[in-house]
């Protein structure tokens, strides 16, 4: 099995313009931003690219830019999770034809879907292309139980699986499926606040959306606490988890990635399509540069 | 304000043909179905509707079909929610031009947006017609709590508010929506389980999914009830909860819908899209006989 | 079946004097005024008589006093639940030597105890004596789901098995329990916020909390409406959910109850146990009248 | 403030005689075992030691017993934690002539407690003893959310405060109160499931159940952890975690730690008071020693 799916990979803000679409150049900028900063990989059109509030066409667009703009210079994994299966089928095919190194999809969204339900879209789209498939467990939306043995036994039958990206602060039941799979699934976890801590369940990378603006501090930090650090993974695991907690409990998310991304990068990442970012209350430069800095600090 | 939002509206099914497309002719037969039953209204492209796997211009074409079919003989609201925004406003102002007597949009989906940011959404949807708007409060994916004092004061402030859709099994909250709002809103309760005993909260109608196959005797059941018949309202509850149940734990809620349509009206709803009904168990026709007249019977 | 477990029952509030002892006097008070209220029988040491911060002793004390004042004018129940089986099982003997009419016993607490240690622990103080016993369900604590048949099954089978206690908002568990278990249960309604919803999922009583304050009212608005006044229902229920969320909403419920018992009834039920009421604040006495007579009043 | 809580801390087994009572002198052994082993401290009388089915005077006889055999060898941290703040407060007392190096409490039990009330039930226990006071947050049976710098603050105005046992597989907020506490609190991680991740979130120490069985190896995976092999802390914790699974999943857990006490230190802790332990499944002697080895093994 590939080893490349490990490191820090920001699951990729989308920009937008003025006018609400795409931002195609800036996609482009930070596509190049990433690769510059050497980071693991990307992850496009997930939770954090706003996948749920863009049209299949307005996805393939977006992949197609960032493919392009990677160039084979970072692996690129798209997220192709749908409320419709042919939806999420239609996006892998695509995504396999426009030259992504794998595909992600989280479960089904929504309604109450059983565990059968889930399992046979799981199977539509792994078997729909032959890359590596990385189911997306996202905690608070699932509608299913993971980590039992059951479960990793169906997970391992699913057509072209490699792995997960598991979104959840509970890191038992990470742990368990790294046990319970070993060296047959790659697992890479989606809850920045336990970035480093999911290293000791078996995370070979992390995939989250603050890795779009602190990705360089959050691969070193990450490094060093895998290479036997531990110390400096803890200091650096307290100073990410308040800022996290500030941005959360600030209620304007978005507006502070979007102010950041322009104070830290240059880029204009734009407002994302409502209802997020929605009756935001603004964050002035400085709290803004302050935070950032807190993370980037190396104290 | 008009009192025409009661009695028993079921929540509208999609019927599908072979190809996945909208079943233009049987949604058709459906409409007059409902009409000649003479039940309370019709909830269109809701989640039974199966709104998160239709496009926007599908979701146009269901509701103009609907509309023009039942040709103002019986009331029909159609479900605007969606992921974003500005489909809701889309879907809103179309559903007005179509001709609907008003317009209803479920919280937004899948992140976890703030009170104000599902506030800003109610805003832009209840300002975008002059329809009436029912808030569509589904306690298993809100991502808010309601039943405070702040939370009505701020939903009366929302433009053409006329009433909330209110599917939760816990009926404390809804009574005290009713209890603080008076004769300012019209609820509807969303929950089929609790049907008879949300009149005991204000409720002065219902919509749900099983009012699709047992509407006719829902209706009379709660007609019952409200005029003081609490035995047979008991009994047919009883009953009703018994059948859901059934349906429910079978895991295969979708294929008896199906089946039961199909033996009971013949007609032919298809399939819904995947992941809906995915990996089901098949229901024999005679186990959906029975199912059907445990509750349609007069014990 | 014996049908005397109907109406309205208080969970008897546990008088305490100003030394933290039980205020036996006091208890006989109460035990009197809900006799001559016409109450339908008394639930002692549960919940609302806080029985977590009794001893055993302390328990049958109690339980003694009130079966002695009671007099036969009016059937008790006592509540013998318990952490440790063992105090559970004496508490059942004591009450039966005493002369109560049944026991009941909340779910095994704090732990995550399985189904069948649940079952077990029932099945020690069913057969523990020849009383009818209630097995007393409270959601926000139990360790297990209730409501599939296998639950009903098992819970027929325990010994001397009469019925249950159901504290749930949510009332769709509590009608398939009526469903599957028909007129072997006696089912009796613990959340006092849907005390009539509950009559429509075969509740034949209520035992609750404020019914130490507003019993009357209570047995009247519940009484007319399962004789079929379904506006006489609604329009109390609306008054009494207000009536609860303020007092909940408070924070200082057992401030109001001892004032309100104060000011109704000339009784002195004394401070808590703490932690129970502790850091509570205080109603001014305009206040708690205000709340008295919102519920007691006829509109 | 003392560095002394740290390391691995078993939440000491009550070891029970045939006839239900204490077994005096198998917890003086298991206290020898533990100091013998190195361990960190004793954790007495808390969930584990089935404090919950014990009476105040059970209580105060085990934490005098494991006092007098510890005999300085080993720090001792006591649970006082009750129903009843009043019981609370005398077990403090107790526990300080004693000889005790710490008391901790639980949040109180049962009842929805408010913050307030929390906040003065440890305000009573702190300051009724000159020691250390760690606050036990019990993420299971926790009334009120921690995690805020609001709680923070309340935290360190309490009297005698010097830390935290947090029970939670959720490490987000373990690593939010270190961060907004810095040196002025204590922490240990009362999860074993997550006992090397809580490194990195700033405990120093662990306490839980299954240090009773695997204390040295804990001790040693955590020590190595810590000093910077996260190699050998992630290939254990899978260990643990697996083990610690198949425990719980077997929902037989006093059973096995029963056996696997008696098979690996000829210690006989009995049988708990039921419901603990009640209508469990037997272990077999090979599959307890499969799973002891699974964990003590140095693959």
């Known amino acids: 099995m590939s080893s490349r799916f490990g490191g820090i990979w920001p699951a990729m803000l989308t920009p937008l313009g ?10 482009e900028q930070l596509t190049e931003l990433f690769v510059s900063q050497g980071l693991g990989g990307l992850y496009v059109t997930g939770s954090t690219g706003q996948w749920p509030l863009f049209t299949v066409e307005e996805r393939c667009l977006v992949v197609e830019r960032v493919i392009r703009s990677a160039a084979g210079r970072i692996p690129v994994m798209v997220h192709v999770g749908a409320a419709a299966t042919a939806d999420a089928v239609t996006l892998a095919r695509h995504a396999e034809r426009a030259g992504a190194h794998a595909v992600s ?5 929504y309604y109450a879907h059983s ?9 539509e789209i792994g078997s729909a292309t032959s890359l590596p498939f990385f189911v997306y467990h996202l905690s608070s939306v699932s509608p299913i139980a993971i980590g039992s043995r059951e479960y990793t036994q169906r997970l391992l039958a699913v057509s072209n699986i490699a792995g997960m990206k598991i979104t959840d ?4 039941t990470f742990g368990l499926i790294k046990a319970f799979t070993g060296d047959r699934l790659q697992l890479l976890s989606g ?28 691969q070193r930090a990450r490094a060093a606490c895998a290479a036997g650090d ?5 200091a650096f695991m307290l100073r990410f988890q308040c800022a996290i907690a500030a941005v959360l409990s600030s209620g304007s998310i ?12 240059g ?4 407002k994302p399509r409502p209802p997020l970012g929605a009756a935001e209350c603004p964050w002035t430069d400085e709290d803004v540069r302050q935070l950032i800095e807190q993370v980037d600090s190396n104290p």
């Open 18 to 27: 003025e006018d609400g679409r795409v931002a195609l150049t800036v996609l």
């Open 105 to 109: 999809a989280v479960t089904p969204i």
């Open 115 to 123: 565990a059968d339900a889930v399992f046979e879209y799981y199977r």
């Open 169 to 172: 602060r509970d890191l038992y």
């Open 191 to 218: 809850a920045d606040e336990v970035m480093c801590q999911a290293i000791l369940c078996g995370a070979q990378g992390a995939i989250g959306t603050f890795y779009n603006l602190w990705g360089p501090a959050c």
């Open 230 to 234: 531990v110390n400096a993974g803890q």
């Open 254 to 265: 978005w507006t502070f990635l979007r102010a950041a991304m322009r104070l830290k990068y």
């Open 267 to 270: 880029l204009e990442i734009g």
